[in-house]
């Protein structure tokens, strides 16, 4: 069992950057990737990055290669840290955990646990 916790949302200008962050708990933290994912209203769930079982591999969406930056560090923790912030990235950010894989995994059905969810919101 994975249990995951985000926290780092909030409201943000165009431009501006936010850092969100995941805190893990249960199974060894080392043994699994992740990955972040975001849905806004209205939209299906999409994948934004991910990240491998050492922290050595990550993969990332189009739409922010080069603006977001995933991370994690151990015991427990995964960021995403997100620059140069524009509208179209408004939507609620969820952690979840590919706990059959060490690699990094972009498919969202291949997730097995998600947190709950934080939204970002940035203004125009």
């Known amino acids: 069992q994975v249990q995951l916790a985000e926290s780092g949302g909030g409201l943000v200008q165009a431009g501006g950057s936010r850092r969100l962050s995941c805190a893990a708990s249960?199974?060894?933290?080392?043994?699994?990737?992740m990955g972040w994912f975001r849905q806004a209203p209205g939209k299906e769930r999409e994948f934004v990055a991910a990240?491998?079982?050492?922290?050595?591999?990550t993969y990332y969406a189009d739409s922010v290669k080069g603006r977001f930056t995933i991370s994690r560090d151990y015991p427990k923790n995964m960021y995403l840290q997100m620059n140069s912030l524009k509208p179209e990235d408004t939507a609620v950010y969820y952690c979840?955990?590919?706990?059959?894989?060490?690699?990094?995994?972009?498919?969202?059905?291949?997730?097995?646990?998600w947190g709950q969810g934080t939204q970002v919101t940035v203004s125009a």
């Open positions: 990240i491998d079982w050492s922290g050595s591999s």
């Open positions: 979840a955990a590919a706990t059959r894989s060490r690699r990094t995994v972009v498919v969202g059905r291949e997730y097995d646990y």
């Open positions: 249960g199974r060894t933290f080392s043994s699994y990737a």
